[in-house]
């Protein structure tokens, strides 16, 4: 079983940055896909983005591509998202999610665990 907890959100003016991350316990982290996806009020839960177990493959959602990026380090048991340029419509709770397998892709219900969620919030 993996535990994801996140960090790292927070309040931010339109056009700046944050950096979410997500701790997995466990000494299998390497064995799972990781994903972020994210629920604003009112909507119902997106993707984000997904990274393969080694990192090498990674997807976005079109609405988040060349500004958000997705990284991990297998040695620390985490997973990240850069988010950059951010903008109103990026308010959202951002869960990291893993899948137990090589790459989760964008459907949640291919993902195993789930974390408790951050809240970023984007002001104009």
């Known amino acids: 079983q993996v535990q994801l907890v996140e960090s790292g959100g927070g309040l931010v003016q339109a056009g700046g940055s944050l950096r979410l991350s997500c701790a997995a316990s466990?000494?299998?982290?390497?064995?799972?896909?990781m994903g972020w996806f994210r629920q604003a009020p009112g909507k119902e839960r997106e993707f984000v983005a997904c990274?393969?177990?080694?990192?090498?493959?990674?997807y976005y959602a079109d609405s988040v591509k060349g500004r958000f990026t997705i990284s991990r380090d297998n040695a620390k048991n985490t997973v990240y998202l850069q988010m950059n340029s951010l903008k109103p419509e990026d308010t959202a709770v951002y869960y990291c999610a893993a899948a137990a397998k090589n790459y989760g892709g964008s459907a949640s219900r291919d993902y195993d665990y789930w974390g408790q969620g951050t809240q970023v919030t984007v002001s104009s």
């Open positions: 466990g000494r299998t982290f390497s064995s799972y896909g």
């Open positions: 990274i393969s177990r080694r990192g090498v493959s990674t």
